[in-house]
């Protein structure tokens, strides 16, 4: 495994959730290998890959920040941010900081992720997920 504290602390997402609020359907993480997660996504109409993990280009070192990429069956290529301080998750669309951005809180049991996603233009949704398996 891994020595990438950031990275694993991730591993408490691995496995299905349910998701209610703006949208709804089911969200499974599983780790691909040591160093990425996969989530699928089944969320409505919306189908769909994200690999979650450093970037690492050719001979380069891994990024400071932990990245994404999603792949959606309408041909949507979205890039992500992902951060988790404490019992925090902070998913920035894009770049750290973007002003799109989830975030959300694990409940103390961390079967429960509230939270919300927030738009520049002052749009977003609440977004509930609670763990469908252990």
Known sequence: MTDDKALR???R????????GGHG????YRWLNDFFLQQDVHLGD???IEIIGRERTL??????????RYYGDDGSTLDYTYELD???LTIWAG???SPAYYQGVFSPDGRRLTGAWVYPDGGG???VAERVDP
């Open 95 to 97: 770049e750290r900081g």
């Open 125 to 127: 949704y609440d977004s």
């Open 46 to 48: 919306a189908n769909g």
């Open 13 to 20: 997402l691995v496995g299905t959730w349910r998701i209610s």
């Open 9 to 11: 602390a991730l591993d």
């Open 86 to 88: 404490g019992d925090m």
């Open 59 to 68: 001979m380069a070192e891994p990024s400071a920040d932990i990245k994404s």
């Open 25 to 28: 359907g089911t969200v499974t």
